[in-house]
């Protein structure tokens, strides 16, 4: 379970926390160059992936449930006081990503880029409350400046974001133009083939 643990924060550090900057991205990039690019696609292939995250998340929630429960305070977030903000955090994260298996939900960019930030809302609210509480601080700790550490994992995360978005974009735009090549010789070698009428 160690393992499992340790490759989802890794899917979640390289991916799950730039998804907004992708989308973000695909939308720029499909406004500018209006049906260009195969922007459509590789929104298809992010929601896709939000979907196998849930399910894996629920999976991996529900076993560690099972087996150590001690260590879940799940009652107590859910009946305490502060249980309207944690049931919106959770079905934000387990439940909302569900509806991108409607068509016509999942292929839109701005519905897409909600569920994906409904889905670490809580992370997003964390990290908001660091950068606030250190702007309004009046002293240093012991690691120095932690706005600009903020601000640097912050902008990171948007780069690493739009690298993703762009070489995936790539990725399905070589693909498009290899298949229109081998479809165009294809077409080319079955006019040769194919054999001519003489008229007698």
């Not at 569920?115 to 601080?137: D, S, T």
């Amino acid at each position: 379970m160690e393992l499992y643990n340790r490759i989802i924060k890794i899917v979640d550090f390289n991916l799950i926390y730039c998804l907004i900057p992708i989308i973000l991205t695909l939308l720029l990039i499909e406004l500018f160059f209006k049906n260009k690019f195969e922007t459509k696609k590789v929104l298809n292939l992010i929601r896709w992936t939000i979907i196998i995250y849930a399910i894996n998340t629920w999976i991996y929630n529900l076993i560690e449930v099972a087996m150590h429960p001690e260590e879940f305070a799940f009652i107590e977030r859910a009946t305490g006081a502060l249980k309207k903000t944690y049931w919106i955090m959770f079905l934000s994260s387990l439940i909302l990503p569900f509806t991108l298996f409607i068509n016509k939900l999942g292929s839109k960019f701005l519905y897409v880029l909600f569920v994906a930030f409904c889905m670490k809302i809580g992370f997003y609210f964390e990290r908001f409350i660091i950068i606030v509480a250190n702007y309004h601080r009046d002293y240093l700790t012991e690691y120095g400046n932690t706005e600009f550490t903020n601000s640097l994992l912050i902008g990171m995360v948007f780069l690493q974001g739009m690298i993703i978005a762009i070489l995936t974009l790539g990725i399905f735009e070589i693909t498009k133009r290899k298949k229109t090549v081998h479809n165009s010789k294809q077409n080319s070698a079955a006019t040769e083939c194919r054999p001519t009428q003489n008229n007698f």
